[in-house]
């Protein structure tokens, strides 16, 4: 059974960091990433990757968020870094596979001003 478990949302004040994870169970994705929904917007894209560690970021996060990969537990991070107070958001892990795109729970990211 596929499975997408977030972690590591939390409240932090503006400049601060977080870091999330999302651990993958019962299938390899090559395509893993975050979007995120801030209420009252559509979700939107924060950044992927593939298992051959490309990476796509979205323009309002470059330089300041690191996605990244380990192959081998099945899991990606997102490093937050120099966080905003519209970073704030539900995070969602995103998991690409030939029948269509799996979706975790979301985990909230609150960033205070």
């Known amino acids: 059974q596929v499975q997408l478990v977030e972690s590591g949302g939390g409240l932090v004040q503006a400049g601060g960091s977080l870091r999330l994870s999302c651990a993958a169970s019962?299938?390899?994705?090559?395509?893993m990433g975050w979007y995120r929904q801030a209420p009252g917007n559509q979700r939107e894209l924060v950044a992927t990757?593939?298992?051959?560690?490309?990476?796509n970021y979205a323009d309002s996060v470059k330089g300041r968020f690191t996605i990244s990969r380990d192959n081998a537990k099945n899991t990606i991070y997102l490093q937050m870094n120099s966080l905003k107070p519209e970073d704030t958001a539900v995070y969602y892990c995103?998991?690409?596979?030939?029948?269509?795109?799996?979706w975790g729970q979301g985990t909230q990211v609150t960033v205070s001003s």
């Open positions: 995103i998991a690409d596979e030939s029948v269509g795109r799996r």
């Open positions: 019962g299938s390899i994705f090559r395509t």
């Open positions: 990757i593939t298992t051959d560690l490309l990476t």
